[in-house]
Structures are given as C-alpha cells and as structure tokens.
C-alpha cells in the first residue's frame, strides 16, 4: 500500500515536530526560570509586564471603565438572549421543521479537520486578536473590581493560540454580585465591538459593488484548474461579458452547455489575462456546463490601492476576526459551564433562590447542553462533517 504524505499529514507533522524540538530544549535550558512552562502540546507563558499593564490600565481611566463594564454587562444579556433564543432554540425548530428559512449550520472550529489548511494563518490571526483583547478585558475591569489578578500571559494548547488572565477565585467570590457581573460579561462585549470595528473597516475599506468572483479554492483535474486558474484568482468577464459577482456568474453559466469552449479573462497577480476553457457537464444536471468545480465569493476591490493579493489577505484576515469573535461574544454568553454566560445567568438566580442553588446549577446547565447537542447533532445528520 502506497502512503501518500498530504498536505494536512504534513502540517500535523511539523506541528509534532515543533512540541517535541519545544519541549527538549525545556528540558535543557530549564526554560521555567524564565516563566515559560512547557508541558506536551502545551506551553504557558507567564508575563509581569502584562500584568504591570492590566493595574495602571485599570487604574488609569476608572471612570471610563466603570461606564463601559456597565454597557459591557447590557451587552452580555443581550448576547445571552440572542445565543439562547436565536442560535440554539430558533436554529433547532429551523433543523426539525425545516421551513423555508434556512438554518445555520454549526461546527466545531478545529484546524485540519474543520478549517482547511490555507485558513489557518487568518484563524490563528484572529484567535490570538480575540481572546487576547477579552482575557485582558476581564483582567481590567477585574482590576476595577478590586479582584486581584494571580498571573497573566499567553499560551498554546495544541494549535491554538491565545491568553488568559488568572483571577483570585476566592476574593472574586467575596466581590459584589456587580462586581463579579462586570467582570464576566466584559470579555463577550470586548469581542463584540472588536466585531464592530471590524465591520466598519470592511464597509470602509472595500467597495460596497463586487467587481468579479473571487476563486477561494479549485480542483486542479477541473476545466478551470486545467486552464491554469489558481487560489485567489478573480474571474472578470466571460467572453468579453463582465461577471460581477457569484450569482451574475451562476446566471451566466445557465445558459451555456456542455463542451463549450470560452474565453475567460482572469485577474492574476496583478494582471488580466485570457484563458480558453472547455466546459464540462455539471455533475447534478447534464444539460448545463460547469467550468469547476471550485468555490468562489463574491470579489470586492480594496480601496487602499493595495495589490491583488494584500486586499485579498487584508480581508480575510478581518473576516476571520468578525467570524470567531462574534462567535466567541455570543456562545461564551450562552448560560451553560465553563462559559461565562453560566456564572452570569447563576449569580443572580441564587440571589433570589434561597435554597437548592446546586440543583438549580445542574437544571441550567442541562437544559442548555442538552439543546447545544441537539443542535450538534441534527447539524451533522442535515449536513454531515462540514470543512470550512
């Protein structure tokens, strides 16, 4: 049998490779004497000078603090109702009737198995971007709190970058039920307005019209990868016809058949060029013609006058940041353990409930799991193992 060394057996080869040489030289160097604490497929690294940054922060502009933990603890309920209410109770009726609208499909956002190799530089990008910007939120207002903070650093667990903020559990539970409130709900409404932010530089950074498909990915045993087409290609016009976008694309298309030869003009590095491509039949329908298969969104041009690929990658990298941190903000609000949306949901609960708290905790968290796995699973029986 023939052992063929892909891509992603590659990457998860380096990526052993990097624990094991990371870990050795641990051993050797006793990097620990340095804060860096190295475990396999694990490493932490704490920093005095993040947490130097966290008190004159926070002590730095109180008042401003104060106002915006007071927004940030609106937000979170917010999100909470949104996450709840929307992402698992609307989404799971959307999965069992399945009406006209659509539901959102769910997955886990796992390198290599869910996230295809060529996305991983803007998720790790926007993991790190992410969770930095909400364990430092929680440290300052933390911080405001009068909530000592033990350490602060970075870490990577496996493949995942990111940071936290250890907080003294014990004089957090002591805290003011508004104390302990602002806290949690800080780093959710963080990832929020980063969400914001972002939003707003992909309005004002890019052109609101599309101006051609952008090729996302392409098989190469297709007419278009035959051809010479390649990732991150942008198709411009089909025999001398402008293709706007996906659907002026599809539409298009409709009308040509099988074994069509056309002239297709692409933007490549900068420079338009013309290929000539013979049409296949579309695999679902016989009568229509496929230039594929490949995915492909619709192109928007930057408008810092930056190259072909610099905009491509500038907007992919704020995409992903919108991606995961509005997926952190909302699910990270969502009432069940070890978010932080359990602990805001519970603390108030127990201020009114007198008795059976523990019982209470489990009720919460298993009305809420139990919907979460639901919609996990009807997700995987609607659309199988989705790849991203």
């Given amino acids: 049998m023939d052992f063929t060394l892909t891509p992603e057996l590659a990457f998860l080869f380096g990526v052993a490779v990097f624990w094991v040489v990371l870990y050795v030289l641990h051993y050797i160097f006793h990097l620990d004497k340095h804060g860096l604490d190295v475990k396999p497929a694990f490493f932490m690294y704490?920093?005095?000078?993040?947490?130097?940054?966290?008190?004159?922060?926070?002590?730095?502009w109180r008042n401003l603090w104060l106002v915006l933990s007071n927004i940030s603890l609106a937000f979170s309920i917010?999100?909470?109702?949104?996450?709840?209410?929307?992402?698992?109770?609307?989404?799971?009726?959307?999965?069992?009737?399945?009406?006209?609208?659509?539901?959102?499909?769910?997955?886990?956002?796992?390198?290599v198995l869910t996230i295809r190799l060529y996305w991983l530089p803007y998720f790790f990008?926007?993991?790190?971007?992410?969770?930095?910007?909400?364990?430092?939120?929680?440290?300052?207002?933390?911080?405001?709190?009068?909530?000592?903070?033990?350490?602060?650093?970075?870490?990577?667990?496996?493949?995942?970058?990111?940071?936290?903020?250890?907080?003294?559990?014990?004089?957090?539970?002591?805290?003011?039920?508004?104390?302990r409130l602002r806290m949690l709900a800080a780093g959710s409404s963080t990832n929020l307005v980063t969400v914001l932010l972002v939003v707003l530089l992909i309005t004002g950074l890019f052109?609101?019209?599309?101006?051609?498909?952008?090729?996302?990915?392409?098989a190469p045993n297709g007419p278009a990868g035959k051809a010479g087409i390649q990732q991150w290609d942008v198709l411009k016009a089909i025999n001398?016809?402008?293709?706007?976008?996906?659907?002026?694309?599809?539409?298009?298309?409709?009308?040509?058949?099988?074994?069509?030869?056309?002239?297709v003009t692409v933007l490549h590095a900068n420079q338009e060029k013309n290929l000539s491509i013979k049409t296949e039949e579309?695999?679902?329908?016989?009568?229509?013609?496929?230039?594929?298969?490949?995915?492909?969104?619709?192109?928007?041009?930057?408008?810092?006058?930056?190259?072909?690929?610099?905009?491509?990658?500038?907007?992919?990298?704020?995409?992903?940041?919108?991606?995961?941190?509005?997926?952190?903000?909302?699910?990270?609000?969502?009432?069940?353990f070890p978010f932080d949306g359990e602990r805001v949901l519970y603390y108030p609960l127990t201020s009114l409930v007198k008795k059976r708290k523990r019982e209470l905790r489990w009720a919460l968290n298993i009305c809420v799991w139990g919907?979460?796995?639901?919609?996990?699973?009807?997700?995987?029986?609607?659309?199988?193992?989705?790849?991203?």
Avoid: C
Wanted: a neutral charge; aromatic letters at 12%.
């Fill in 371 to 388: 919907l979460f796995i639901l919609n996990m699973a009807l997700n995987f029986l609607r659309y199988g193992f989705l790849r991203i």
């Fill in 46 to 60: 704490k920093s005095k000078a993040l947490n130097s940054f966290i008190d004159r922060t926070a002590n730095k």
């Fill in 240 to 263: 001398g016809t402008p293709i706007f976008g996906v659907q002026n694309y599809s539409d298009y298309m409709s009308k040509v058949k099988p074994n069509t030869t056309l002239i």
């Fill in 125 to 179: 990008l926007a993991v790190a971007i992410v969770f930095l910007s909400h364990e430092l939120a929680h440290g300052i207002i933390a911080r405001l709190g009068g909530i000592p903070i033990l350490s602060s650093g970075i870490l990577v667990f496996l493949l995942f970058p990111g940071a936290f903020v250890e907080h003294d559990e014990k004089e957090f539970e002591k805290a003011s039920l508004l104390a």
């Fill in 282 to 336: 579309d695999p679902s329908n016989s009568s229509q013609a496929v230039l594929g298969p490949f995915q492909a969104l619709d192109y928007h041009q930057n408008t810092l006058g930056l190259d072909q690929y610099s905009g491509i990658h500038l907007f992919w990298s704020l995409y992903w940041i919108h991606l995961l941190g509005f997926s952190v903000a909302v699910f990270n609000m969502v009432p069940f």
């Fill in 78 to 111: 917010g999100l909470m109702v949104l996450g709840i209410i929307y992402f698992l109770l609307n989404n799971l009726i959307r999965l069992i009737f399945q009406p006209v609208t659509q539901p959102i499909p769910l997955t886990f956002l796992i390198p």
């Fill in 207 to 218: 052109a609101p019209s599309s101006t051609g498909v952008l090729i996302q990915e392409v």
